[in-house]
T-cell receptor, first 111, second 113 residues
Framework: SQQGEEDPQALSIQEGENATMNCSYKTSINNLQWYRQNSGRGLVHLIL?????REKHSGRLRVTLDTSKKSSSLLITASRAADTASYFCATDYSGTYKYIFGTGTRLKVLA | EPEVTQTPSHQVTQMGQEVILRCVPI?????FYWYRQILGQKVEFLVSFYNNEISEKSEIFDDQFSVERPDGSNFTLKIRSTKLEDSAMYFC???????????FGDGTRLSIL
């Protein structure tokens, strides 16, 4: 299976704390992306990290990629209530045109 | 910022009927995709489309499904003889060339009765 898996499945933190989500995948990739999905809404692209990159930042988001372990992590610093959403990783497998999404982490930030 | 738009936002259809879900990708994008998400489950790849033909399709995308780019702007997903289990959110996505991210629309919620 090429499916990605995120952990934890659910995460509940206080506003101001950091949230870390992890994603694992199975075969070699071109890139890996993180998306956010608010309940009942579409997928919002957060960060794309290429297979030759190890770390990327965007505002309060930090993504790392370890291709030797086939894993990635998304760190949200100084979380806000508005960060409450589901977060998915999606992998673009080498030689394919499709993205495989992980199972997602449901993040709840308590005010 | 340009965005992918999908219509309708919600479609209710009787089982056995045909539905067409519509998408307008970002104008300079060349790669187009359909995904679905059954309530509470992960996003599943259905099909990718490039240069007026299907590039890849999943096992979900059987003869019941078809895609079309009827003009220079629309990208449609047709589901023939709908079944109850086709009820889901259907997302359209597009991307440009190179190692660029896919941009998603807000989805069409399809409810089969």
């Amino acid at each position: 299976s090429q499916q990605g898996e995120e952990d934890p499945q659910a995460l509940s933190i206080q506003e101001g704390e950091n949230a870390t989500m992890n994603c694992s995948y199975k075969t070699s990739i071109n890139n890996l992306q993180w998306y956010r999905q608010n309940s009942g809404r579409g997928l919002v692209h957060l960060i794309l990290i290429r297979s030759n990159e190890r770390e990327k930042h965007s505002g309060r988001l930090r993504v790392t990629l370890d291709t030797s372990k086939k894993s990635s992590s998304l760190l949200i610093t100084a979380s806000r209530a508005a960060d409450t959403a589901s977060y998915f990783c999606a992998t673009d497998y080498s030689g394919t045109y499709k993205y495989i999404f992980g199972t997602g982490t449901r993040l709840k930030v308590l005010a | 910022e340009p965005e992918v738009t999908q219509t309708p936002s919600h479609q209710v259809t009787q089982m056995g009927q045909e539905v067409i879900l519509r998408c307008v990708p970002i104008s300079n994008h060349l790669y187009f995709y359909w995904y679905r998400q059954i309530l509470g489950q992960k996003v599943e790849f259905l099909v990718s489309f490039y240069n007026n033909e299907i590039s890849e399709k999943s096992e979900i995308f059987d003869d019941q499904f078809s895609v079309e780019r009827p003009d220079g702007s629309n990208f449609t997903l047709k589901i023939r003889s709908t079944k109850l289990e086709d009820s889901a959110m259907y997302f359209c996505a597009s991307r440009g060339t190179g190692n660029q991210p896919q941009h998603f629309g807000d989805g069409t919620r399809l409810s089969i009765l």
